[in-house]
């Protein structure tokens, strides 16, 4: 038989029944695991020529530059700011990701951040169990259905959110780079535009330098007093100390945020707050997504070793 193909995944899978699949398949060393990571790469660097990883771990240049035969990266997940993209197109190494398959669970997520923090659903639970609905008068709720939805980023998440919308009849607007083909809804040349006019700020924009902050104290302040803010993109997109400014103070309604600047680090001060449902990046997290997501890791894989090309490519990223 010939010698199986050295992978290095970078740190735990999100699906831990992966990490099990990959080990029948190739010889599988994880990074995290050694004692000392960066003398093990100094050391073992040359076996590997594939990388396992995650959106959320990415991939350092440094670790790239460790790994001289690398051909073939594949990273579960649909972002990839968290991916030395440049060092390793530099290099002519693939990289797979795992688009499409998660859009539903991430824009139903959304809306399930949408209406908890508009009705209550969490701080409900949080006084029922307090034991406080006997005695004590519960805070009014706002109405979802039939408000004003903006979406920053209109790519295919954006696109399962609004479709999403229809049933709560509600009026849809986007801001995106730029109009997008074939989007009828109504375009908003700018986040702040988008914001004066909508009642949720609902974030689907790819992470990384270009996007980060576009969610600033001028945007927040153009939502106002009865908007929302919806983070299931990056907490690099939104000026998380802005945020909790405007949160604090009641400039803005409240927020549904499944994501943030320095996770796992929540803010305290986003914890103390009633207006606020923090969720622990867990859009995607359903098993059939994440099953879904695990096989195209696998496939990327796969395909790579025995075509010579990953079958979903990171847009930009080397070809065979
Ligand atoms: C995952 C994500 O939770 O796909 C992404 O970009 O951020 C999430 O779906 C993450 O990749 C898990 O590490």
Redo the contacts with the bound molecule.
Sequence with gaps: TAPRHRILQIGRM?LPALEAEMAARYEVTCLADQPDPAAYLAARGTEFTGVVT????GLKGEVIAALPRLQVISS????FDALDIDAATARGVQVGY?PGV?NDCVADMAFALMLDVSRHVAASDRFVRRGEWPKVRYALGSRVSGKRLGIVGMGRIGQAVAERASGFRMEVGYHNRRPAQGCALPYFESVAALAQWADYLVLTVAGGAATRHLVNRNVLEALGPHGYIINVARGSVVDEAALIEALTERRIAGAGLDVFENEPTVPAALMALDNVVLTP?T???THETRRAMADLVLENLESFFATGAVRTPVPGTPGP
């Excluded at 995650?54 to 771990?57: D, F, L, S």
């Excluded at 579960?76 to 972002?79: A, D, H, L, P, Q």
């Design positions: 999100p995650t959106a959320a771990i579960f997940g649909v972002g795992t998660l990046h859009a995607s997290a």
